[in-house]
Every structure is written in C-alpha cells, then in structure tokens.
C-alpha cells in the first residue's frame, strides 16, 4: 500500500467509544473527501470499533500499523 | 354448553381448546349487567383468541396489543393513547415480549376498546396456547451489529403464523446476531443472525485489525506476517472481522439465520438447541411453519406440553429433524444436533 501523506493527525490513544469515535469524525469533519486523517488508537475495543464503524459510512482505512507500545496507527481517507 | 362439557370428556381430547373455541365462536351478545350501561357487543371468538388478560381488581383486565418485533407507528400509538384515556385506568405497561398492554379494562368496555383500536389497525395480541407474537431486536435495519433484518422477519412470520393453536405456548424471537439481545437461544424458536467469514490472502496487508476484532479468539495474527490464522472451531458467526478488515480480505462465505428450537423460560427452563444454520428469509419460513405442523402432529393427545419437553422425549429429535429436512433440505441442517437440555436452577 502506498504512503499517503496525512493533512491531519490526532492522537486519542487515551480514548474509548464514544469518544474515540466522536473526535475521529470531528476530525473528519475538518477534512475534505479524498482527504487524509492520521490517528493513533488502542488496540484491542477502540481499534475494533473505529475500523468497524468507519468503514461502516463509507471511509477507507488506507494504512494500519502497529506501534511499538501495541497502539495502533491509522490512515483513514474520508470517503475514500 | 352443557352438551359440548360432555362432548369433551368423551372424547378426551387434551388439547381442547379447539373444540372451545368453535362452540363460542357463534356466541355475541350484547352485555348488559345491572348497574352498568350496554357497551355494544363483545365478540368472544376475540376473547377466546386472548390478549385480555384478568387482573387481581374486580371486573379489570390488561389488554395486551400486537406489536411484532417491539415496532410503533405513530399513528397506532395515537389510537392506543387515546383507547387509554377512555378505557384504561391511565397507565400503559411494556410486556416482556415487546407487547404494549393497556392496564385496568373494564371487560364490559372490550367491544368498544377493540373497535376504536382497529380504527388505526391496531390488533390485540394472544396469550394461551397458541402461537404468540414473535419478537424481535433491531436487526440490520438500525443496528450495527445486525446481520439478518429481524423486523422484517418479526412482521411477515407474525402474519403467517400468528395465532395458531399449539399444545402449550409456541414463541418465537429473532435477534439479528450472535449477541442475541432478544433471548433467541431460550425461544421455543428461535433465530440468530449469522456470518460464515471466508478469508483471502492475496489482498491482506497482515494489519492485524481483524485479531483486534474478533473476542472469540477465533484470529490469532501470524506473528511474522501479521495475517489471521483462523481457528474455526471457536468462531460464533458474527462478521466483526468483515465489517472490520480494511481491505476486504475477508468476506461472508454464508450469511443468514441460525435455527435454534426447543427453549424456553419459566419454572423449567430449557435451552435451545440449534438445528439449522445459514438459512434465508425463505427457508426461515419453511422451517418454522414445518416446526409448528410438526409440533401440532406430533403433540397429539399430549397435553399442556412446550416444544422443548416433547423433543427431549425418546425419538421425537429425530421425527422433528426428518420433517426439517423435508422443508429445508439436508444441507443446512447443522452437524451434531443435541437435544434442547434442562437448565438447572436451585430452588
Ligand atoms: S442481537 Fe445483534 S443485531 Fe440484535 S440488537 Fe443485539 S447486537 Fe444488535
Ligand atoms: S465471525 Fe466473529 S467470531 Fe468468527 S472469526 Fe470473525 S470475528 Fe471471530
Ligand atoms: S484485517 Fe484484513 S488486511 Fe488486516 S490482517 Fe486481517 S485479513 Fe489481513
């Protein structure tokens, strides 16, 4: 998979639904279609429900990578 | 009446509300009880059919209404509103099984009750033994979760089969995967949603996402290249690694209702035992009408019996999974078929 570069980061590794959820479409939000948000979550529930409930309205997880501490790093193309 | 009493010892029918039920049939007359104006008439093949349940407060019953899979319109909650503020003591209660029921009827209010209530087609339910409304969760329609459209089963099921005289209580609920928020698995029949997850290297990335997804550690990621190793035997059907995978490597091999039957709650309770997986719409059908022609026949002259207890008895599990298999065809019948099986509480 080819490196997008990301036009906007967050990092709620501190988080969990709803709230992981929540300020990742806020995110979205500020972004345009085609657009790029760059995120750091937990493994584990916030992992599973943000792939889960993103791709559910339609936006692309375009790169998942495992950080060393065991979160997870994605790059989500809004309505991708 | 006096001869349909003698009639029925006779002939020592134990499932006799049949019999009941044609003799009253003919019977509307117009209720006039000294101190109580006439409130039209009551029709009490209705009554018969249930729904109208005695309250421990003289002359008061609970009218419980049909509402398939726990669904409202406006327009029938309008009509059972205002059915409330002219018949009922002003108070609505939620059944267990997703049933409104109005509270404190005067029965001699009945006729009228039921007739404003079809004013906006709304029904009242049953009770006894017979066939009850089917409940439901949301199912896909709303749910995320959702994999089979309950609601839409909940409707035409309740349509089809509603009513039908059973030796004891026939109920069915229908939840739309295998979290199984409506109790499906302790239903006389029940249906769970189910996805059979089928995965394809070529397009995996080995990010791990579906390992992080799946809580049934049925996915465990290969520890050098990330991709899923899948342990079917722990896998419960329920698509979180699809919805989950970013690249589409996995997908629904098979996806539809998993038939459990033979549950129920109560002073016995018995848990369900699956008979059937990945069915359609369709063959959902086929199968609960099979399941309830099966129940009937095979209910003769038993009694006050519920699904579960008669397929726990010698040879009846296989009579019913040959008429399954009549309806369904073999090849969705699932592997190694139990019994439904007592639950043990202490008393
Ligand atoms: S059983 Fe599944 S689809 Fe139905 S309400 Fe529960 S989680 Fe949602
Ligand atoms: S369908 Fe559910 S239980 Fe089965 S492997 Fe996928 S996530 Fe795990
Ligand atoms: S989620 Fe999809 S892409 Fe990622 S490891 Fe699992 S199958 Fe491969």
């Known amino acids: 998979m080819a490196e997008l570069a990301a036009d906007k980061f967050i990092d709620i590794s501190g988080e969990v639904c709803p709230m992981s959820f929540v300020l990742t479409k806020l995110a979205l939000d500020e972004l345009e279609d085609g657009q790029v948000l760059e995120l750091i979550c937990q493994a584990g529930d916030p992992v599973r429900n943000i792939s889960i409930q993103l791709k559910d309205e339609g936006h692309m997880i375009v790169s998942v990578k495992k950080e060393a501490d065991g979160n997870f790093r994605l790059k989500i193309k809004k309505n991708g | ?211 992080s997804a799946c809580t049934e550690g049925a996915i465990e990621s290969h520890p050098e290249t990330g991709k899923p190793v899948f342990d079917a035997d722990k896998c419960l059907y329920c698509d979180d690694c699809v919805r989950a995978c970013p690249t589409s490597s996995w997908t629904a091999g098979k996806s539809g209702h998993n038939l459990r039957v033979g549950g129920h709650h109560g002073r016995h309770p018995v848990n369900s035992t699956i008979a059937a997986r990945f069915l359609s719409d369709e063959e959902a059908e086929a199968a609960i009408g099979a399941t309830i022609a099966w129940y009937q026949k095979a209910g003769e002259g038993k009694g006050r019996i519920r699904l579960g207890n008669l397929l726990m008895q010698e040879g009846q599990m296989e009579s019913y999974l040959e008429a399954l298999t009549e309806a369904i065809g073999p090849e969705k019948l699932a592997e190694d078929i139990q019994r439904p099986h007592k639950i043990t509480i202490r008393r």
């Open chain 2, 1 to 211: 009446m006096g001869d349909t009493v003698t009639k029925k010892k006779k002939l020592k029918i134990s499932v006799d509300h049949n019999l009941e039920e044609r003799t009253i049939k003919r019977i509307e007359v117009n209720a006039e009880v000294s101190g109580k104006k006439p409130v039209g008439k009551i029709n009490f093949a209705e009554l018969r059919a249930g729904g109208f349940i005695k309250q421990r407060q003289k002359d008061k019953f609970t009218v419980r209404l049909k509402c398939p899979g726990g669904s409202m319109t406006l327009d029938r909650l309008k009509k059972i509103v205002e059915a409330v503020e002219q018949f009922g003591g002003g108070q609505l209660h939620l059944s267990t099984r997703q049933s409104m029921e109005i509270l404190h009827v005067d029965y001699h209010n009945f006729g009228p009750l039921v007739e404003m209530l079809k004013e906006s087609s709304q029904e009242v339910a049953s009770c006894g033994p017979r066939v009850r409304v089917p409940n439901a969760c949301g199912g896909c329609s709303y749910n995320p979760n959702g994999i089979t459209d309950t609601q839409k089963m909940a409707e035409t099921v309740n349509e089809k089969f509603f009513g039908m005289r059973t030796n004891h209580k026939f109920k069915m609920s229908f939840s739309g995967c295998p979290h199984d928020c409506i109790h499906a698995a302790s239903a006389d029949l029940g249906l769970i949603g189910a996805v059979w997850p089928v995965w394809e290297e070529a397009s995996c990335t080995g990010c791990t996402i579906c390992a």
